[in-house]
């Protein structure tokens, strides 16, 4: 494997997960007030820690972030997120994304996918100079987050821009750092996609490959306001759009924001007063962090 191809796969898998937005049929559930922020504080008896939602990529001109938000972290004993990247979970990551994510032997994309998916995926390789035999033994589930990546890097956006690695840099040396998952829990996660839910999962990146430009506009500037309604009538639209992508959107969202919160009630029972930042879809909608919180009695107020 060349070094282009090992340096993309680094790449690929940093990519948002938060880019897959909610379920739908949950807009009233937690529609809020845009002037705010997507940062949550939680409160139980003398238990207090902040939720921060995050975009794992962006550009820079989000920056300097709202106050509130650095202030929070400054506030902030510990932090935890979804999955910490060095330079030595960098190696491994690689390493991991081999095994997981290439065909061995003889087995293709083009063998895993529907003629219709492949034909797209043809197409969108020739509007970006590119062959679709350089991914041939990719997996559809990794292609899907290659597209989607590359789209949004077209436009400026960047890894090291993102919330997550802002904060893991500045606590670096300075707070703890907590992993939720870890990048070999994510990986195993996308790798469990039935062959149906692949396909699906890849046909969606593809044909919403062309509007990626208007929704990131308006993902930004719903971030920026606090609008988490925004990330859920927009996830109902897709949905309805493409209904085969509602198992994959359950098993990246809902599944683990349970898992999640197991995990920060344990991190919190050890550790009061931290920063936790995992993808802003994982905040809200019915089996979102906020309202799982609040039914274990958390006070969870949007700031």
């Known amino acids: 494997m060349n070094y282009l191809l090992k340096k993309r796969i680094i790449i690929v898998i940093l990519v948002l997960f938060s880019m897959m937005q909610l379920p739908a049929g949950q807009a009233a559930q937690t529609a809020v007030t845009e002037g705010k922020s ?15 939602g995050s975009i794992h990529l962006l550009k820079e001109d989000m920056y300097p972030l709202n106050p509130v938000i650095e202030k929070a972290f400054e506030q902030s004993g510990f932090l935890a997120v979804e999955a910490e990247m060095n330079q030595e979970k960098m190696t491994e990551l690689s390493m991991m994304m081999m095994k997981k994510g290439i065909y061995q032997g003889e087995d293709s994309l083009k063998k895993n996918i529907s ?28 292609v ?6 590359m789209e949004f890097m077209k436009m400026g956006f960047r890894t090291d821009l993102g919330i997550d690695m802002h904060f893991m840099k500045k ?24 062959p149906e839910e692949c396909d699906a999962f890849l046909f969606s990146a593809l044909k ?9 506009e308006k993902m930004m500037k719903a971030w920026k306001t606090g609008n988490s309604a925004h990330m859920e009538t927009s996830m109902a639209e897709r949905i309805k759009k493409f209904p085969k992508i509602k198992g994959v959107i359950k098993k990246i969202l809902d599944d683990r924001n349970f898992t999640m919160r197991d995990k920060i009630l344990k991190l919190i029972s050890e550790k009061n007063n931290g920063m936790i930042i995992v993808g802003v879809a994982h905040m809200v909608g019915k089996n979102g962090l906020v309202r799982l919180l609040q039914e274990k009695g958390f006070t969870v107020t949007q700031l």
């Open 144 to 149: 899907a987050m290659t597209v989607e990546s």
């Open 38 to 52: 997507c940062l949550w504080e939680a409160k139980k008896g003398d238990v207090k820690f902040y939720l921060l």
């Open 208 to 216: 919403e490959a062309d509007d990626t430009k208007n929704a990131a």
């Open 171 to 194: 606590a670096k040396g300075k707070k703890e750092i907590f992993e939720l998952e870890g990048f070999d829990f994510q990986l195993n996660l996308f790798s469990g996609f039935t």
């Open 115 to 142: 003629e219709e998916t492949y034909t797209l995926l043809k197409e969108w390789m020739t509007k970006n100079n590119m062959k679709v035999e350089q991914f041939e033994k990719f997996k559809p589930w990794f």
